[in-house]
């Protein structure tokens, strides 16, 4: 009987794990295109990350990381008074400080800035500085190429309240949860929102718990299914690229603790950045995924790939207790 | 047109000057042994060599001369048979045919019948003997008529986990799948890799890839129609089956004797039950299962020599269940199947006239339902059908076999019901439109010698589908926001299509074995199966033509020569053909089941046409210890839609440039047989990143032109030995001491086979993934290909009393 039971195993076993193999694929050659991040937001000044894409097999070290930002571009926004150029600015010319702001407001890690030369896309001209309402044209000139794109910052909506609860995954737990949000939908068709969030509280060394914010899986959604409507949502903690600290692989991966501190963010967002960072979300999370079928993420910039964003920004903070 | 309608012009003709002093011979042929009515059995005239074959039902008409004929029955498996009339009047004769104790040793897998290699007027067409697939290797030696069909040339797989096929570039959604001539549209398990036929309630299967007559539409690329067992009316058997993952046990017996019978097939997989004990009941993985389970059942009455009636059903059920306990990993259940009712009277009106009259119903079914914590997911979709379908055949004259009838179908289709609540919140999704369409076709063929070496298959099918309410229908703006609804009451025409299919097919016999035939045919469908994977899964939905979705318009045109060779040991053949494919769908980039709430059912399809050409070659020994068959097809599958890759074209998910199969069988003597599978494809064409940026600090992967990439060539070889006990046994009289050597009531076999052979570790998809860390900074991307089966022994025994 047992020999029996296990020759009946064996093939049940191989339905379920398969074998894998690691192999080599030769790519095409095709030709790199330029990458824009680029986010104007109230009361901040609009910056541009310009970069350019890879090989797919190339190692993502911090040599290709510096490698792909591109430098000498003239970029141009105008909100309308006529187009006025950004600054080229290099982390290596900045001061500690502001190298802090700048992690700040571009959500580039603050240890890539101080290890690596990185030259982004801003200015000071608090003439340019977003505003809700109103259209932002980018125009980039590099290498003979030309990018273009124009958005709009939409009017914020804000949380009616943002807390924090526990998940009880196991019945005794007292401390892991997640951050949940009450939102009462503005009863016109087409909001679009995106969440984000980071640990603020300080870790031994006083540094923020995570140096950027972070968008969990799913963070961008629409009120198609919820035009009006006032309910209750969550998230869960999400991680940084390539997270090396030990709660992101541990019991208390994609939880929020009581103890935390957290800063979110509540984007109000256009239909084509909706589009973008729904599709960027699922390029991402289907890398590896057998079910997923390839997604594109869908740019706004005519000319090269990314995003030109204009995002209406409710801030709240959350205390887990 | 006008060759069509010269055609029919020259068949009316034909048909009145018909002579009138002929008297009719018709009737049943069946299996002496067990009553089974036989399929494409040949009756003929000795003299005059004017012949009939069996339809669907076992009947056959002929219209003879007055005076003596000595009839014969043929059919391949079974002794000849001979029968002397006295044609005075019309008369009814019927054959109980006997299986002939020497070719029914002979290895025979997939055989046309004997001389419709070169006689008939069809191309691409193939009868399968279920009774011998048993003999070849099967994957845990599960039986599966769909897996057997690929081996055909012009009908490809997609490899493990697809029992979806594609028939000269055809999607998976353009073979019509008829069981008892009611549609299944979803035919296989576990996803893919089980067919959910069980071949031991299986009587016939035909194929038919090219030139499909009119008598058959709704589909554009082919037709697989299967008929059921009708029971034994003799006696009580059973027979059945234990193998590794899942047991069969049919019966079937007289109700009343030489007037009714039935037959009762079961079968489940326990795949669940075996792997429980193995899942820890707190491991990561535990209450998760998956097993399927389906039952045949058909039972008929013989009211007269005139009337019979059958009534038989499918009920088969997936069920899939998955559930996490890692935190915020998600749990679902998908339950999906197929149930399908068909009953049918045949009536024989004269000898010259035969009528069989279905009412179907059909039913599939898929939902998910699946959460994360709080927040909930459903999507469910689904077709229900009612029809009613009058077929009739005409035997006017020797010459003429006519086909014409009439179908009507009531579909429901379900597209795609999303059902989504997060906590105590509903979100506010309508309950989807429910789509309801009727679908009519009348059809007239007529199959008819122009000369003695001259045949042609002429026919014309004109077939109707209207999509009519109840239905909401979403107004949208250019951004795809709803600005509005509108309703369509029940029973109101929101949008028809209607279109005439010629059909056409010839056959011009060029020696005594040897015969070139054409076929041209224009095929309409009206219902289209959209598939968010590369792989085929049971979320692909059904999606009917409507307003914006036309329906799908297929030329086909082909040639072929065939001959056989060696006194017809051996045939062969080679055809080729191109085919024109209109309005096909595709999701649209990038879009995801959930998107589809709360809009239109079409909101998330993209339109476009496709093309394919091949050549195909087959070469087959049909007698002799060694039996088998080599097929090669060469083809190329396109597509080119406005809004995918840029208006560029690109190869088809089902384009294979090469595609070999080798099917060899050997039989060593009456318990000892041995079968062997070869196949080698070309690989299948995916998409895969080219390029990868940064966002937001996250590695972004930028996508190649679609299918543009081809994965490593699929190829493998199977092996399978059946052992069958002794037929007979020595039996010692008590009193006399006397040996005598009897028939064996219980027979039984052990079939050992061996799937991949060599272990060869075929792609079943490529994924990406990095290896190492920034922190050591050494972080890179690696492609990964996963292999489902690798060398995979199974045994199974059989058994039938």
Known sequence: MKRASLLLTLPTVALLVGCEKEITVELPDVPTQFVVEGVVQPGLPPYVILTRTQSYFDPIDQNALSNSYVRGALVTVDNGSGPVALDQLCSSSLTPEQRALFAEITGVDPALLGSADICIYSTANTALYGEVGRTYRLNIEVEGEVLTSVTTIPNPVSLDSVWFQLALQRPDDDSLGYAWGTLTDPDTMGNCYRWMARRISTDEDGNAEDPTFISPLGNTFQDRFVNGLTFDFSFIRGRQFYSDQPEDSNEEAGFFKVGDTIAVKFLSINFAEHEFYTSYDENISTQGDLFGTPVNADSNIDGGLGIWAGWGVYADTIICQ | ?801
């Open chain 2, 1 to 801: 047109m006008r060759p069509l309608l010269a055609l029919f012009t020259l068949l009316l003709f034909s048909l009145s000057s018909a002579a009138q002093s002929t008297f009719s011979v018709s009737g049943y042929v069946k299996d002496a042994a067990n009553g089974e009515t036989l399929i494409g059995a040949v009756v003929y005239d000795k003299e005059t060599k004017q012949g009939a074959t069996t339809n669907t039902f076992g009947y056959y008409a002929l219209t003879l001369q007055p005076g003596p004929h000595t009839l014969v029955m043929t059919y391949i498996g079974y002794a000849n048979e001979e029968r002397t009339i006295e044609l005075t009047a019309s008369m009814t004769v019927t054959f109980e045919a006997r299986t002939n104790t020497i070719v029914a040793k002979e290895f025979e897998v997939v055989g046309e019948r004997n001389e419709q290699n070169t006689e008939g007027t069809q191309m691409g067409t193939v009868d399968i003997d279920v009774q011998k697939l048993g003999t070849l290797p099967a994957l845990l030696g599960e039986v599966d008529i769909l897996k057997t069909i690929q081996y055909l040339p012009g009908v490809k797989s997609n490899g493990e986990g697809n029992s979806g096929f594609y028939v000269r570039g055809g999607g998976p959604d353009q073979n019509l799948i008829l069981l008892d001539n009611a549609t299944v549209y979803n035919a296989s398990h576990l996803f893919g890799f089980f067919s959910v036929f069980n071949a031991d309630a299986v009587k016939n299967i035909e194929l038919i890839k090219g030139g499909m007559p009119a008598n058959y539409g709704g589909r554009t690329s082919s037709v697989l129609d299967i008929t059921m067992k009708d029971g034994n009316d003799k006696g009580f058997h059973g027979q059945g089956g234990i193998g590794l993952i899942s047991s069969r046990l049919t019966l079937e017996g007289p109700i009343i004797n030489d007037k009714s019978s039935f037959i009762v097939s079961a079968r489940r997989t326990y795949i669940d039950v075996l792997a429980k004990p193995f899942l820890n009941p707190e491991g990561a993985f535990a209450g998760s299962g998956y097993y399927f389970y389906d039952l045949n059942a058909k039972a008929n009455y013989r009211l007269s020599d005139k009337d019979r009636f059958f009534l038989s059903g499918y009920f088969g059920r997936d069920v899939f269940e998955l559930k996490g306990s890692e935190p915020g990993s998600p749990d679902f259940r998908i339950p999906w199947g197929n149930a399908t009712v068909s009953g049918r009277w045949n009536h024989v009106f004269g000898p010259k006239l035969f009528l069989n009259t279905t009412a179907i119903f059909s039913d599939y079914k898929f939902s998910f339902k699946g959460g994360q914590d709080d927040f909930v997911f459903g999507l469910s979709s689904g077709i229900k059908d009612y029809g009613l379908k009058l077929d009739f055949n005409q035997y006017p004259s020797a010459r003429h076999t006519l086909k014409y009838g009439l179908n009507y179908t009531y579909h429901i289709y379900t597209p795609s019901t999303v059902d989504v609540a997060s906590g105590d919140t509903d979100f506010d999704i309508d309950t989807p439109s429910k789509l309801r369409a009727h679908e009519a076709a009348a059809y007239f063929l007529d199959e008819f010698d122009v000369t003695d070496l001259f045949r042609v298959n002429a026919g014309m099918r004109v077939s109707y589908f209207a999509h009519v309410g109840s239905f909401n229908e979403y107004l949208l703006d250019s951004s795809g926001n709803t600005v509005g609804q509108r309703e369509y009451k029940p029973g109101e025409l929101v949008k028809a299509y209607y279109g005439f299919e010629p059909r056409l097919s010839m056959r011009y016999k060029t020696g005594p074995a040897s015969s070139i035939k054409a076929s041209f045919n224009r095929n309409l469908q009206y219902v289209h199966l959209a598939s968010f994977s590369s792989i085929g899964l049971p979320t692909d939905v059904w999606i009917p033509s409507g307003k914006n979705v036309k329906p799908q318009i297929v030329y086909q045109y082909a040639v072929g020569y065939f001959r056989d060779l060696w006194d017809r040991k051996y045939e062969a053949s080679v055809e080729v053909y191109y085919k024109d494919m209109f309005n096909q769908i595709e999701y649209r980039e990038g879009a995801q089941p959930q998107d589809g709430g709360n809009t239109n059912y079409d909101a998330l399809l993209v339109f476009g046409k496709g093309w394919s050409y091949g050549a195909e070659f087959f070469l087959k020994r049909r007698l002799g210890k060694f039996t088998g068959w080599a097929g090669y097809t060469w083809s190329k599958t396109m597509r080119k839609f406005p809004d995918v890759s840029e208006g560029r074209e690109f190869p088809s998910r089902w384009d294979r440039r090469h595609d070999i199969s080798l099917v060899v069988g050997y039989e060593l003597n009456d318990r000892w047989s041995f079968g062997s599978t070869f196949v080698y494809s070309t690989g299948q064409a995916t998409t895969l990143p080219v390029q990868r940026y940064f966002i937001e600090g996250r590695v972004v992967s930028q996508f190649s032109d679609r299918n543009s990439f081809r994965m490593a060539a699929y190829h493998r070889l199977d092996l399978a030995a059946t052992l069958k006990n002794k037929p007979t046994k020595e039996v010692k009289d008590k009193t006399t001491g006397e040996v005598t050597t009897v028939e064996r009531k219980y027979r039984s076999s052990w079939t050992f086979s061996v799937y991949n052979a060599y272990n060869r570790a075929n792609p079943y998809f490529y994924y990406f993934t990095t290896e190492g860390t920034t922190a050591n900074n050494d972080l890179r991307p690696v492609a990964k290909q996963v292999s489902l089966f690798s060398i995979l022994p199974s045994v199974t025994w059989n058994f039938h009393f």
